[in-house]
């Protein structure tokens, strides 16, 4: 690993400063994924900024019947929180499905909404990646592919997100807020990340001297009957192939309200707006389940080794919906 200068920053308007003042800087929170990159050689900050001492480690009741989430969460502390568990359980199940538990004690909600791909060939100094470094070319597309994207790719990237926390996020409207010199904002988180276009290496809208303080989840009745289901090929510590985060209220037999979101699809967690339009008045059944479904993988693309990501997502939207149908999503 490249040496590199260390700074603790004591409060967040420190931190903000640290970071605008020194080119290069990084923030380090759990450092899960970070300390991975800068090992690689794939991350080469020239100072991290120590952020583990900012008051961001509070979950919160906030105006509105919403929650308030800081940064430095950690994953497990996230995922066990009664006020999660209760009004948003496809979040806690989400957090609960990856990584292993050691990496929850550490990772936190600020570090998971910013983790990189887990594209082998990322990983992988003598590969090219346009994503490490941009105009090289992608080896992924031609190589191995069973866990790259089928929505939202291009032809020069096709990695996939790897949050689950990211997923129910997204299903959950949920809003990041972010510090600067320059003050404070919010980013829904639909605009957070970016699908990769001709800049795979452009991965979100933050500024490189913005310091993620807070995630806002707004109060949401359906978001209380809701799942996270994960597809993977092993049962702990693997990333999706598939994942659904799904919530549903049914009225009479007739969808009211739905939430869906896809991982391990694309660039960024991929809110699924077709289905959700095609279910919302439509009759509770199987049917109608498996015409929104395929409305929304309509515009998938497959790779060699991917194709079946395309039915394995309908299927996963389709038994999520159901499973939350039998279990009280009739109101
Ligand atoms: Fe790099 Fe993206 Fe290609 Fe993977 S898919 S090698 S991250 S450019």
Redesign the pocket.
């Known amino acids: 690993m490249r040496s590199f200068s260390y700074v603790s920053a004591p409060d967040v308007a420190a931190a903000v400063r640290a970071i605008g003042s020194e080119p290069g800087a990084k923030f380090i929170g759990g450092g899960t994924n970070l300390v991975d990159l800068m090992r690689e050689g794939i991350e080469r900050p020239e100072t991290v900024v120590d952020i583990t001492a900012l008051p961001l480690a509070e979950i919160e009741e906030a105006a509105g019947g919403g929650v308030r989430i800081g940064a430095l969460v950690r994953n497990s502390g996230l995922a066990a929180h009664p006020l999660i568990r209760t009004r948003y359980p496809m979040l806690s199940q989400a957090v609960l499905t990856g990584a292993s538990a050691q990496l929850r004690n550490m990772a936190t909600v600020g570090g998971n909404l910013l983790q990189r791909?887990r594209?082998?060939?990322?990983y992988d100094g003598a590969?090219?990646?346009?994503?490490?470094e941009p105009g090289s070319?992608?080896?992924?597309?031609g190589?191995f592919t069973r866990n790259?994207?089928i929505l939202g790719?291009s032809d020069?990237?096709?990695?996939t997100h790897p949050s689950d926390m990211c997923v129910a996020l997204a299903a959950l409207d949920a809003t990041v807020e972010v510090q600067s010199v320059r003050g404070v904002r919010r980013v829904p988180l639909a605009d957070l990340h970016l699908l990769?276009g001709r800049t795979?290496h452009i991965e979100t809208t933050l500024a490189a001297d913005e310091l993620i303080t807070a995630v806002e989840l707004p109060a949401s009745a359906v978001a209380a009957t809701s799942r996270y289901r994960k597809v993977r090929d092993r049962a702990s510590y693997a990333f999706a192939l598939v994942s659904v985060a799904a919530a549903l209220n049914v009225r009479d037999g007739v969808v009211t309200e739905v939430r869906l979101a896809l991982g391990g699809v694309a660039?960024k967690p991929w809110r699924a707006h077709e289905a959700e339009r095609i279910l919302v008045g439509a009759p509770a059944t199987e049917d109608s389940f498996r015409r929104a479904a395929a409305a929304e993988l309509a515009a998938a693309t497959a790779l060699p080794h991917n194709a079946f990501k395309i039915e394995l997502a309908q299927r996963t939207i389709v038994s999520t919906l159901r499973q939350l149908l039998a279990e009280g999503g009739a109101a």
């Open positions: 791909t594209c082998v060939y990322f590969a090219a990646c346009n994503k490490r070319g992608c080896d992924a597309i190589g790259h994207g790719v020069d990237c096709v990695a990769p795979p660039a």
